[in-house]
């Protein structure tokens, strides 16, 4: 959908282009997201108009021009790139002429310079689009394997170094992912109201969305709305203030987190700092329903590949602790 345009009167405003006329409709409210869905319904009306006939690439664009108005803003964000960047090889062959070989083949294509994970999220979308408008075509396609993900949890003197060469949003943001296991935008997203003494509540997430990042309200029924409960000495360092805690976006702390690691020699991601804390009170003995809790995974399919790559220091205490242990029936 086109970019939704903020007017001097304090109105939004978004065109849209119609093929058939070759002209643009605007619609304008005070609401940016009425002005979507006013969009979205001429759209799905231009649908009705000539949904006959029509391309692979005008599926895929009126697949995510009707479901504008319920899908999340970073997930309308990944489609419209992929809508844009994805379907040169075949957005032009006639939907209904388009078969199992057809799409064998883009995958097949398109694998060569994407990885397994990419591959597979733009066929979900063209599966999605060929779907929503010939539900009775059927097709059969064999997709790259799943990659491996090899992981590299920090240990506890990895994470000493990390606190000891940041400073300001970064040092926090460490503080509460890998004592908290928070993620990037939920860090970024958090405000010091959300704090209660020694509790953090964990409700919001900051996602980039088509106009740039933006907070949204994590839903009530999910896992990652959750109460944390942090050691006091993370409270003191966060300090007492207003608005948010972190004051930079998931993006820019990104940056900040890859320039201090690398001059670490570190390999690690800032995601692997929720996989530490995971790992840590795993090794702890903490049973897995509350580590699920704290860290707001919804399953153990997440801590159980975590838990294959167990710190290395630990891996040495466990090994002299099993090995004592045998010794001792030699004796």
Same mark, same amino acid.
């Given at each position: 959908?086109?970019?939704?345009?903020?007017?001097?009167?304090?109105?939004?405003?978004?065109?849209?282009?119609?093929?058939?006329?070759?002209?643009?409709?605007?619609?304008?409210?005070?609401?940016?997201?009425?002005? &979507?869905?006013?969009?979205?319904?001429?759209?799905?009306?231009?649908?009705?108009?000539?949904?006959?006939?029509?391309?692979?690439?005008?599926?895929?664009?009126?697949?995510?021009?009707?479901?504008?108005?319920?899908?999340?803003?970073?997930?309308?964000?990944?489609?419209?790139?992929?809508? &844009?960047?994805?379907?040169?090889?075949?957005?032009?062959?006639?939907?209904?002429?388009?078969?199992?070989?057809?799409?064998?083949?883009?995958?097949?294509?398109?694998?060569?310079?994407?990885?397994?994970?990419?591959?597979?999220?733009?066929?979900? *979308?063209?599966?999605?689009?060929?779907?929503?408008?010939?539900?009775?075509?059927?097709?059969?396609?064999?997709? %790259?394997?799943?990659?491996?993900?090899?992981?590299?949890? %920090?240990?506890?003197?990895?994470?000493?170094? =990390?606190?000891?060469?940041?400073?300001?949003?970064?040092? &926090?943001?460490?503080?509460?992912?890998?004592?908290?296991? *928070?993620?990037?935008?939920?860090?970024?997203?958090?405000?010091?109201?959300?704090?209660?003494?020694?509790?953090?509540?964990?409700?919001?997430?900051?996602?980039?969305?088509?106009?740039?990042?933006?907070?949204?309200?994590?839903?009530?029924?999910?896992?990652?709305?959750?109460?944390?409960?942090?050691?006091?000495?993370?409270?003191?360092?966060?300090?007492?203030?207003?608005?948010?805690?972190?004051?930079?976006?998931?993006?820019?702390?990104?940056?900040?987190?890859?320039?201090?690691?690398?001059? *670490?020699?570190?390999?690690?991601?800032?995601?692997?700092?929720?996989?530490?804390?995971?790992?840590?009170?795993?090794? =702890?003995?903490?049973?897995?329903?509350?580590?699920?809790?704290?860290?707001?995974?919804?399953?153990?399919?997440? =801590?159980?590949?975590?838990?294959?790559?167990?710190?290395?220091?630990? &891996?040495?205490?466990?090994?002299?602790?099993?090995?004592?242990?045998?010794?001792?029936?030699?004796?």
């Amino acid at each position: 959908m086109a970019k939704i345009e903020k007017l001097p009167s304090g109105n939004y405003r978004i065109r849209v282009y119609d093929s058939q006329t070759g002209k643009r409709k605007s619609f304008t409210s005070k609401s940016r997201n009425e002005v &979507k869905a006013m969009a979205a319904r001429y759209i799905a009306g231009m649908d009705d108009r000539d949904s006959g006939r029509m391309t692979v690439q005008q599926a895929v664009d009126r697949y995510i021009a009707n479901r504008s108005s319920v899908l999340s803003p970073s997930t309308e964000r990944e489609y419209l790139q992929s809508a &844009k960047r994805d379907f040169d090889d075949i957005g032009h062959m006639d939907l209904d002429a388009l078969r199992s070989e057809d799409v064998q083949a883009f995958v097949n294509q398109y694998a060569k310079t994407h990885s397994p994970k990419t591959t597979r999220n733009a066929y979900g *979308l063209l599966r999605a689009s060929i779907q929503a408008f010939r539900p009775n075509k059927y097709i059969n396609v064999t997709l %790259p394997q799943k990659e491996v993900i090899e992981r590299h949890i %920090p240990s506890d003197d990895d994470i000493k170094a =990390l606190l000891d060469s940041a400073h300001g949003n970064l040092r &926090k943001a460490i503080l509460l992912s890998a004592f908290g296991t *928070l993620r990037r935008g939920e860090i970024c997203s958090l405000e010091y109201s959300d704090i209660d003494g020694n509790v953090i509540h964990v409700h919001t997430d900051m996602i980039r969305g088509v106009d740039g990042w933006v907070i949204k309200e994590i839903p009530k029924t999910a896992a990652s709305d959750r109460y944390v409960e942090y050691p006091e000495k993370v409270i003191e360092e966060l300090g007492i203030g207003e608005g948010r805690i972190v004051t930079c976006t998931p993006g820019t702390l990104e940056n900040k987190w890859i320039s201090c690691r690398d001059k *670490l020699g570190l390999e690690c991601r800032f995601h692997d700092l929720r996989h530490y804390a995971a790992s840590i009170m795993h090794a =702890l003995g903490i049973p897995d329903q509350y580590i699920m809790e704290r860290g707001g995974w919804s399953s153990d399919a997440v =801590l159980k590949s975590v838990y294959r790559n167990v710190l290395d220091d630990k &891996k040495k205490e466990f090994t002299d602790r099993v090995n004592s242990h045998l010794d001792g029936l030699l004796s």
